[in-house]
């Protein structure tokens, strides 16, 4: 009998504009692609944390979902390439461990987790990553970096990682890929998987345990098969080192007290033994319930500069508690035997929503502009009358994202060369919206910041926009020789935004101070009479030619080098950076410009006996930035950038039951200041970052590992910033945790532990040492516990 499966189109592969050419195999149960790497994609494989270049076999499952086109040989690609496998996530998912705590851990070059919800300032080679889930795009060009925040770990197959700029995947790849993978029907018959877990903090204080619960149900038949991963999950709060409760995240919020649901479903079918269609639909959503707030001191006192104390408040009473929602389908149509040649068409939609705390808003700067204009300039009367300038709005936005892809693949020979053409388009229109809803502000002063409750008012935190996004490519892979690998492709990108007439928050917020009561009299004595004003509706429209040539060479049957050169092309954040304009500005091609990347590679990868190892270099450039001021607004400043690197990873294989292997990345760059070059902050760059593991193997399949996670500390660019007013960046202070984690393989099922944080070290996350003010320097977790036990049946 004929399988009906086959390998879709793999998204990482065509994300890097397939870059290598490999032959696949088919038989009834699996599809053997020729990846060579030091791990099998299988439930019967050890956990590994680094790729090499030869020996084993990865299998995947045959209706596997991959997103995607054909196998290919990772081990030929011209770039930095991982796969993190099943058991990798699940060895690091016990407890209440987050999906950006898991892939810190095991990918070199991405920044370190921020702690919270966000993944705000998690970057890879300096510059943003594309997030992806099963092929769908979950970053967009409105951003909530919240992307991390979209799938319970339990629910993934693996994890595809490309690092450096993609010109074949277009817009908004300038860092590199990660595709998050869910887990879809493998085999034939029923399979069923029942989860349980439960974490808490080291003094087992009852405010802290979370628990988690999951099912999975499915079942492959000859033409059809379905699957659906349930898991539902509460999170207690966190407790640092000196087992004290932490504060909210009031800035980009955080998971304390958090109620989840993940749900991951696919169905497919077979319509005859060269076509299939395939629908994944994820759904996600957690919502905060929490009884604690921050500490604003006596008076809001830290709202107007006073130092906080950090400390977590109880008797919190929000109206409307931080939440993240979102759904995503993607139904993809494959053909692999159209005149010779692979069709994948793909249709994907997604909607996200995301609130965000309550927090207090000031327009004390703007209002004195305005006093001062009109001839008030005594300090302390200034002094007096912008206490008022003071609000209390809660973020919410809403994006929607619609989008289709189309991709042929096709073999030939060129001068009897073995060539695998790729090509194709792809279309995406992106709708997004934010809204600042006003909250009582007596009613937070009297409660000294612990209530919020809506007032009826609302403002616009920037223009509601749409953005679409048009792009062609052609690539060709061509083996040169058996050991000379080489890829060229070019890619035709257009990004057309239409923002619609908006109030800009601050004339809202100054047209409501000026005519409030307590300061109508003075501003009218003054002679002002202020009106909010409006930006007028506008448009950009921009598009650009990209190009990505690579090579790779097997310089001896254990050594490979490999050089790739790529362009990527994105946009700021349009929304965001408008949130805070005024009255008049003309959104136009001009005032609103993309940023075009350069990004050059070069490695070397090999396996000598028990040891692999990869190094590879990096240099990437553009022509402008875009950062955050010093009151965090956003520019995006015409100047040149650069970033370089290095990167490396090591494991060796002690005996067939202990392996230890480590991971370092480092990362520099800055930028042009008047002729200096001055250096880029951690929010950009990943500081030094090392691992380091070592696992023990036992006989009947049990095993321990204790690992550890190295953030170097640098002080270049605050340093710098003194040449730079505009500059917001801040010193960090490097710090190191070891983890302790295993599994242990039952007569029925299995039972993961993890000991997180295990030394009990007091420290911040790189996040809250370098973003937002001082309410935002929070400590890291003090140690912390999770257990869970899995059946099959």
Not at 228 to 236: H, I, P
Not at 511 to 533: H, L, M, V
Not at 595 to 601: D, F, H, R, T, V
């Amino acid at each position: 009998m004929k399988s009906h499966h086959h390998v879709a189109l793999s998204l990482l592969t065509l994300c890097i504009s397939q870059q290598l050419y490999a032959q696949t195999s088919t038989n009834t149960a699996n599809v053997v692609l020729d990846i060579q790497t030091t791990a099998e994609i299988s439930s019967s494989s050890s956990s590994k944390e680094v790729p090499s270049v030869t020996l084993d076999t990865i299998k995947v499952a045959a209706n596997a979902r991959t997103g995607t086109a054909l196998a290919q040989k990772i081990s030929e690609m011209p770039a930095v390439t991982q796969v993190i496998t099943e058991n990798e996530i699940q060895m690091q998912a016990t407890g209440d461990r987050t999906t950006g705590d898991i892939l810190a851990q095991l990918i070199p070059s991405l920044g370190a987790s921020s702690g919270s919800t966000s993944n705000y300032g998690t970057t890879m080679h300096g510059r943003p990553v594309q997030f992806l889930l099963n092929g769908v795009p979950l970053s967009s060009s409105r951003s909530l970096s919240r992307e991390l925040n979209s799938i319970d770990p339990a629910q993934l197959e693996r994890v595809e990682v490309l690092s450096g700029a993609t010109s074949i995947y277009g817009a908004g790849a300038a860092g590199g890929l990660i595709n998050l993978v869910t887990k879809s029907l493998v085999g034939y018959g029923p399979i069923r998987q029942t989860r349980v877990g439960i974490s808490s903090s080291r003094d087992f204080d009852s405010e802290s345990f979370g628990y988690h619960v999951g099912q999975t149900l499915g079942y492959g038949g000859e033409r059809v098969y379905g699957r659906l991963d349930v898991d539902y999950d509460t999170k207690g709060g966190k407790f640092d080192s000196h087992g004290d409760r932490i504060s909210p995240d009031v800035n980009q919020t955080d998971q304390q007290d958090t109620k989840s649901l993940s749900v991951n479903g696919s169905l497919g079918m077979a319509l005859t033994d060269s076509q299939s269609i395939d629908l994944a639909v994820t759904y996600y959503n957690d919502e905060q319930d929490t009884d604690y707030g921050p500490d604003y001191g006596d008076g809001l006192a830290v709202l107007f500069g006073a130092k906080p104390s950090l400390k977590a408040i109880d008797g919190a009473n929000i109206k409307n508690e931080p939440l993240t929602t979102k759904t995503s389908v993607n139904l993809n149509y494959n053909n692999d035997d159209i005149a010779g040649s692979n069709l994948s068409i793909t249709g994907y939609y997604r909607d996200e929503k995301g609130r965000f705390y309550p927090s207090g808003k000031t327009a004390d700067t703007q209002a004195s502009e305005v006093w001062r204009a009109n001839g008030l300039t005594d300090k302390d009367t200034l002094g007096k009358l912008l206490g008022a300038a003071t609000f209390v709005t809660q973020s919410e936005a809403d994006i929607e994202v619609l989008g289709l892809r189309a991709a042929m693949q096709t073999d030939s020979e060129i001068a009897g060369k073995k060539t695998l053409f790729s090509y194709g388009a792809d279309f995406e229109r992106e709708k997004s919206k934010q809204t600042y809803y006003g909250q009582d502000l007596n009613e937070f002063m009297a409660s000294n910041g612990l209530s919020a409750q809506p007032n009826g008012l609302t403002y616009n935190g920037g223009p509601d926009t749409t953005i679409d996004k048009w792009g062609a490519f052609v690539n060709a892979d061509v083996d040169l020789t058996d050991k000379w690998h080489t890829s060229a492709g070019v890619r035709y990108q257009k990004l057309k935004a239409e923002t619609d007439a908006f109030t800009p928050i601050y004339e809202q917020l100054l047209d409501e101070y000026f005519n409030n009561p307590r300061i109508s009299g003075t501003s009218a004595a003054y002679g002002i009479d202020y009106q909010a004003g409006d930006v007028k509706k506008g448009s950009t429209d921009h598009d650009k030619t990209l190009f990505n040539l690579g090579t790779s060479y097997q310089l001896t049957p254990n050594d490979q080098i490999f050089a790739n050169f790529s362009q990527g092309f994105t946009t700021a954040d349009i929304q965001r950076a408008l949130r805070d304009v005024r009255a008049g500005f003309v959104v136009n091609s001009e005032n609103v410009q993309p940023i075009a990347i350069n990004n050059y590679e070069f490695g070397w990868q090999g396996k000598h006996g028990d040891t692999a190892a990869r190094l590879s270099g990096f240099y990437n450039e553009s022509d402008k930035v875009v950062r955050f001021t010093d009151d965090y607004t956003v520019e995006v400043v015409d100047t040149d950038e650069r970033v370089y690197g290095v990167e490396g990873s090591l494991s060796h294989d002690i005996s067939d039951k202990w392996q230890v292997g480590g991971s370092v990345a480092y990362t520099r760059g800055q930028y042009d200041k008047d002729g200096d070059w001055l250096e880029l902050d951690a929010v950009r760059l990943t500081p030094l970052k090392g691992t380091a593991f070592a696992q023990y193997q036992f006989d009947e399949g049990s095993n321990i590992r204790l690992q550890a996670l190295a953030i170097g500390g640098n002080d270049r660019a605050f340093k710098d910033q003194q040449q730079d007013p505009d500059s917001s960046a801040l010193p960090v202070t490097g710090y190191m945790t070891l983890d302790v984690l295993g599994q242990v393989k039952m007569p029925v099922g299995r039972v993961d532990y993890g000991v997180y944080n295990l030394l009990n070290k007091d420290y911040q996350t790189v996040y809250h040492q370098t973003t937002f003010g001082d309410l935002n320097r929070l400590p890291a977790s003090g140690t912390t516990y999770g257990l869970s036990y899995t059946i099959d049946y």
